[in-house]
Every structure is written in structure tokens, then in C-alpha cells.
């Protein structure tokens, strides 16, 4: 099969910056209720130091200029769906393009559906394909944990290094808001399972209230974000916001949708995919491509670019349950460490961590700590 039959059949959906959607977010002045309690005045301390990672990852977003693809094409006789290039957005946006594409797929009248990616996305996709009474088969050269999503930092931010603030078109807009409170509302129903998605404090220091709302935002699916005066919270900083956000357990989260989609019928199959031939010798005549950043090279995406993210997990303390972030780093408490992070390299192709990059996060962190309230 040869790229010249590879027939376009519709245009590539685009994504952009921001946060939010929903409803039933709780009114302002019960909120601060609780964010000016004793519990927010008094958090406990992070411990941050270089003996206490350990671990470093660095991961790549497949950043895509134009936003995800979700757009259907031809390749030969075979229809190929296309759910790739969610950046940074990808858990959050997951459930949501993940139906977009289980419905596109769907349409073909297919019943056994093919499924290259075994990411978020693509456990994703294949679970809805799967309530859809679809048989489904996920290809990959990689399994959990190795796959990129294993080092993503796991919390709800649906418009997160998207796409170009150019291409936020109308139409695109409202299919990220169509995408994003499908995902919201999937993930509230995952609330109470274990642990694999919770509810936290969100601190922000040197952030405000009153910066231009962003392009991409449903106003009432978070908390709105409150600017805490200096009684209110425990830091030195002038300037703290706090919003709440959800936080995934990332771990438990890829197991669950894997043991899911096994116990449903699905099969795994490790596979590499260099060629588009070898795509169109799989013998499914409909295939749902989540292949991340892999479509760059597979299906020749010259809009598709990495955005290198490094991490370092701490040792576990389960006392902290809030998030903090400031201008040069951040951490985020989960179950398998406190995650350090905070930067974001465009069309860097490099995992090896860089030891100074973990060091401007602690000095950042443990600055932020100091003088804190306990």
C-alpha cells in the first residue's frame, strides 16, 4: 500500500490553552469558608532534599500545532481514526476525544476494531469501543510502565500545552468543551475507587485572581480560584491563590483501565509499527491510531513536536494532601512519591534527566517552605 492511497477524508480537530468545564462547582463564599479554615492556615511541611528522590523521569508531550487529531482517513480499504497529540492534556482529555473516536470508529459498522497505542488514549478509547459491544485488540511495542503516559504528572488540566493560540477556532472550541466535560464527568464518577483520582488544595504562590480569563475555559467546573490574604494561608509569599484540582494516582489508574479492558474480552498484542504498510496488514479493517508521538514518523505529521517534561519523585509522605506551585517548580502528592516538576522543553527528543534541572525545583520548593507556618 502506498502513501499516495492514504486519502484524507476530513480536517484535523485543534485544541487550546486553558481550564475548565462543567457545573455545580460550590459558590464562592462557601468555598473560602473552608480555604480560610485552620486546616489551610496550618499545612504540614515537605520534606525536600537530594537524598529524598527516588526516581527522575523526563516525558514527552506529543504537542501538536493544530491541536489533537481526531479526523478519519483512508488507507486503502482500511478506515484509520485518528486520537493523537493531546500535549499535556492527554488524562484530561482522554475519556473525552476517546469517545469522539470510539464513535468515529463505530461508524464504519466494524465490529472488530484495532487499537495501536496502549498510552491513556488509547486504554481509553479501547474501554468505550468495548461498552460499545466492539471487539477490540490494542497493539504496541510497549506496556505499562513503560509507556509515556506512566511519566505524565497526573492532574486535571484539559488545555495544557495544546495547541497554537491561533488555531482556537469556533468550531474547535466547542469540540474541546464537547471532549472536556465528557472527561470531567467520567472522572467523578471514578471518585471513591480507591484512590485513583482525589480531590486537593491547589496553592498557588505569585498567582492572581484578575489575570485575562483563558481562551479554553467553562466557567463553574472548578472551584473558582481565590486570592488568600496572609492570615489565610501558611506561606510568606504576598501573593496565593488557591484551587482546588484532581489529582490521578497514575499507577493504579493505567492497572484498573488495563485489568478493565482484559476482563471485558480485549487482547494485547506487542507490536511495532514502522510503516504504514505494516498498519494496513493488520487484519482489522478499522483502526483507531493513539500512537502519540509516534505518529510523526508513522503517518508523516510534520505538525506533531515533543515538549520534554523532567520529573523527580520523592519519597512518599502521606501527609501532605495539597499541591503547591510557584514560578520556577511545583509537587504534587501521590501514592508512589511526591512529584517535583516544572519545565517544558519544545522539540527536545532527549529522557536522560538533568541533575540541575532537579535542583532549581528544590531550591525553588524548599524556598517556599521556608518561614511556612506549621
Known amino acids: 500500500m502506498h502513501r499516495r492511497d492514504f486519502l484524507l477524508k476530513s480536517g484535523a480537530l485543534g485544541l487550546a490553552l486553558a481550564m475548565g468545564a462543567g457545573s455545580c462547582a460550590p459558590a464562592n463564599n462557601l468555598y473560602r469558608g473552608s480555604a480560610t479554615s485552620a486546616g489551610s492556615r496550618r499545612l504540614p511541611r515537605v520534606r525536600i532534599s537530594p537524598d529524598r528522590v527516588v526516581k527522575e523521569t523526563v516525558g514527552l508531550r506529543p504537542y501538536r500545532l493544530l491541536g489533537p487529531r481526531l479526523d478519519v482517513e483512508m488507507l486503502g480499504n482500511k478506515t484509520i481514526v485518528h486520537n493523537y497529540g493531546h500535549g499535556g492534556s492527554g488524562f484530561s482529555l482522554s475519556w473525552g476525544t476517546g469517545q469522539i473516536a470510539a464513535n468515529n470508529a463505530a461508524a464504519t459498522g466494524k465490529k472488530e476494531i484495532a487499537v495501536i497505542g496502549c498510552g491513556i488514549v488509547g486504554l481509553t478509547t479501547a474501554r468505550l469501543l468495548q461498552e460499545q459491544g466492539k471487539t477490540v485488540t490494542i497493539y504496541d511495542k510497549e506496556l505499562w510502565p513503560k509507556v509515556t503516559s506512566s511519566m505524565a504528572t497526573g492532574t486535571w488540566s484539559p488545555a495544557h500545552l495544546l495547541c497554537e493560540d491561533e488555531h482556537v477556532t469556533p ?8 471532549a472536556c ?3 470531567f464527568r467520567t472522572y467523578q464518577n ?6 485513583i483520582v482525589t480531590w486537593i488544595d491547589h ?3 505569585g498567582g492572581r485572581t484578575h489575570k485575562e480569563e483563558p481562551k479554553l475555559h467553562i466557567k463553574g467546573q472548578l472551584p473558582e ?13 504576598k501573593e496565593v491563590v488557591n484551587q482546588p484540582n484532581m489529582v490521578f494516582n497514575i499507577p493504579a489508574y493505567l492497572r484498573l483501565l488495563t485489568d478493565d479492558f482484559l476482563k471485558f474480552g ?3 498484542q506487542v507490536q511495532e509499527f514502522k510503516t504504514l504498510e505494516e498498519v494496513d496488514a493488520l487484519w482489522e479493517d478499522c483502526v483507531v491510531n493513539c500512537t502519540g508521538l509516534g505518529a510523526k514518523t508513522l503517518f508523516n505529521d510534520q505538525n506533531l513536536m515533543p515538549i520534554s517534561g523532567q520529573l523527580s519523585f520523592l519519597i512518599p509522605q502521606p501527609e501532605i494532601n495539597y499541591r503547591l506551585s510557584t514560578p520556577n517548580g511545583y509537587i504534587i502528592p501521590r501514592k508512589d512519591g511526591l512529584v517535583l516538576g516544572g519545565n517544558a522543553i519544545r522539540n527536545n527528543w532527549n529522557t536522560t534527566p ?20 506549621s
Open 354 to 373: 538533568n541533575p540541575e534541572q532537579t535542583k532549581i525545583v528544590i531550591a525553588a520548593l524548599n524556598d517556599a517552605m521556608m518561614g511556612m507556618r
Open 266 to 268: 480485549g487482547k494485547i
Open 203 to 205: 496553592f498557588i504562590i
Open 190 to 195: 471514578l471518585l471513591g475507587l480507591g484512590d
Open 181 to 183: 466535560t465528557y472527561s
Open 225 to 237: 480560584p481565590i486570592e488568600l490574604t496572609r492570615r489565610e494561608h501558611p506561606f510568606r509569599a
Open 171 to 178: 468550531e474547535f472550541k466547542a469540540l474541546w468543551e464537547q
